[in-house]
């Protein structure tokens, strides 16, 4: 009884983190950029019914030019920091009813930035629950340098 009740509540954690997900909503894949450039991130997180308190974010850019087999993950390396810092998703009562909460951020991407394949990644950090437990996922979006 106590295998289905670990296995219960372990479910319960993953539904749970799964439910504070973010998402990259802007740039969208295949977005051209130009080093030296401005560039709006939107990190979008969705509404959810579970309790949770955004503790931060993290925004890197790394090429993949030096990679032969494209980038690594963003959970093995974010690249240059744009941004780190807090995380503060709204609801924006100007766009489509349907737009999760989110923040944009306006980051520069580095002028020494190669042309070629790049990734922005965003590292996600909040406390999910009454716990509450750490949560941390990595996202990114594959963007290209000009």
Aim: with cysteine.
């Amino acid at each position: 009884m106590k295998f289905f009740s670990s296995l219960f509540m372990s479910a319960m954690l993953v539904t749970t983190a799964f439910a504070q997900t973010a998402d990259i909503g802007a740039p969208a894949p295949g977005t051209t950029v130009t080093a030296g450039s401005n560039l709006t991130v939107e990190v979008d997180r969705p509404d959810s019914l579970t309790g949770s308190t955004e503790v931060a974010v993290v925004i890197g850019f790394l090429s993949c030019v030096p990679f032969p087999d494209g980038c690594p993950p963003a959970s093995d390396i974010l690249g240059d920091i744009l941004y780190d810092g807090s995380y503060d998703p709204q609801f924006h009562t100007n766009v489509t009813p349907t737009k999760p909460p989110y923040q944009n951020f306006t980051v520069t991407i580095p002028a020494s930035a190669e042309a070629g394949t790049a990734q922005i990644s965003v590292a996600h950090f909040s406390l999910v629950g009454a716990g509450p437990f750490p949560f941390l996922e990595t996202l990114n979006v594959t963007v290209n340098v000009n």
